[in-house]
């Protein structure tokens, strides 16, 4: 096994040895000086080598495979390249900077991902030579005969550990079964659990393992805490979003909170928008170009829905509710303080946080400083049950009127970090389990 740790490495895109039409794209596209894991991985997918990816989000991997695939790709022989990604928006954003890349080459690129109509889908399949697409919808055309992986050289994982939290494994092993043994595999991952060593293990030939570091930039970013009583969250996160300046994202732990934090958040004149597995695809990719384009200050997110979404402007990350794990928190803050810029990632922490943040602090490379509770003014956090017409963007993202309360807020155990509150009963904590576990099976299915 070799490995190949990133590190500074300047390179121009005119030294590697790329055909003159990418070159030609790149310089379009304003860029000039590959980035770490470009400058590190082209010559390896380049060599014929199978590859492994580690780095952070934002580092410019799909120019990183994209473009020593596009390199050696034939108009007119079928598929040779499938690109599997966990969301529809990674989809797209893959499809079009491919596009992009190959905007002087006669190459088709196909999307294929849920939320559409399959029609047309399949007659792009008819002529493309890469297909960019999520492993549900993939699976859909493979099933129909759609779809001829036959004549695949390159199998690409882009966000690997995401599909995985997914429930994506299966689908993908049964993709692996249709692409030829003689191809090339790679796979990219911010973090690297059991199940995905294990398909490295037993699909890929003696990869090649690029690495960079998984700590944020602590010159850059800048991480806070506070922590509150459960009825100062919202009125906080209010406080400090009119109080700084910039692009806003704040992570909420279901698709039900998104849309009560973003309606609540317009009664208080703050311009947000919602973005989950509930909205239509039109209606995501609508979101994403408002926030791209700073006509919207503040974006809504879940994890699943703001993973791999190419916005590079946001200044501010919020967690409203606090991540599961410590790959998960780099993850968020990971989405601000890119490219040299400067950025703040704030956790508005309770009481049912206490042991989720224990374990983040766990990890010594995370430092979050605690921040004074500010002086804010009240405001009621209206729940949906409140409300007889309050309504969600769409009936499979809608709200559940029985429960209007998420699971986060169960008081749980410990004091380390502050208060407690025993007001949640406990047959409203198992109306939130049952309602938690349909909108895991949902975003799951959407997620097709």
Do not use: W
């Not at 030294?15 to 310089?27: D, G, M, S, Y």
């Not at 690997?160 to 689908?171: P, Q, S």
């Not at 990632?345 to 009481?351: D, S």
């Not at 224990?358 to 509770?373: F, Y």
Request: hydrophobic share 35%; charged share 25%.
């Amino acid at each position: 096994m070799i490995k190949i740790l990133l590190g500074e490495n300047k390179m121009k895109f005119e030294e590697l040895n790329l055909r003159p039409e990418l070159h030609k794209a790149v310089q379009r596209m304003g860029f000039t000086e590959a980035t770490e894991i470009q400058a590190k991985c082209i010559p390896v997918v380049l060599s014929g080598k199978d590859m492994v990816g580690q780095s952070q989000t934002g580092s410019g991997k799909t120019a990183a495979f994209g473009l020593p695939i596009l390199n050696s790709i034939e108009t007119g022989h079928g598929v040779q390249a499938i690109i599997l990604t966990p969301t529809r928006e990674l989809c797209v954003q893959v499809h079009d900077i491919m596009r992009q890349m190959a905007q002087f080459m006669k190459i088709r690129i196909a999307s294929v991902y849920g939320g559409v109509g399959i029609g047309p889908q399949i007659d792009e399949l008819r002529r493309a030579e890469i297909v960019v697409g999520t492993p549900g919808r993939v699976m859909d055309h493979l099933e129909r005969r759609t779809l001829d992986l036959s004549k695949t050289k390159y199998f690409v994982l882009d966000e690997a550990d995401r599909m995985l939290e997914m429930g994506f494994i299966d689908d993908i092993k049964l993709i692996l079964k249709s692409v030829p043994k003689e191809r090339q595999s790679l796979l990219f991952s911010a973090t690297m659990p059991a199940p995905i060593k294990t398909i490295v293990n037993h699909n890929f030939k003696n990869p090649v393992y690029i690495t960079g570091q998984a700590q944020v930039d602590t010159r850059l970013l800048k991480q806070l805490y506070y922590n509150l009583n459960p009825n100062e969250k919202f009125a906080v996160l209010v406080h400090l979003i009119k109080e700084k300046q910039g692009i806003t994202l704040i992570f909420c732990a279901t698709r039900h909170e998104v849309d009560l934090v973003t309606e609540n958040l317009k009664k208080q004149f703050v311009k947000a928008v919602a973005i989950h597995g509930g909205l239509t695809q039109s209606k995501r990719l609508h979101v994403v170009d408002l926030i791209k384009n700073e006509k919207v200050q503040v974006l809504v997110a879940t994890d699943v829905a703001a993973r791999g979404l190419d916005i590079r402007n946001i200044t501010h990350v919020f967690n409203y509710d606090l991540p599961k794990t410590p790959e998960d928190y780099t993850h968020r803050i990971g989405r601000t303080a890119r490219a040299g810029d400067a950025g703040e990632a704030i956790t508005l922490l309770t009481h049912a946080d206490y042991d989720n943040f224990s374990k983040i602090l766990a990890n010594r490379s995370i430092k979050i400083t605690r921040m004074e509770t500010p002086k804010y003014v009240p405001i009621k956090f209206e729940r949906a049950q409140q409300r007889s017409n309050f309504r969600g963007p769409s009936s499979r993202g809608g709200f559940n009127r029985s429960s209007g309360t998420r699971s986060s807020d169960r008081p749980s155990s410990g004091g380390r970090f502050g208060r407690s509150d025993s007001r949640t009963s406990s047959a409203r904590t198992g109306r939130n389990e049952t309602t938690q576990g349909r909108q895991d099976r949902r975003a799951r299915r959407d997620r097709r």
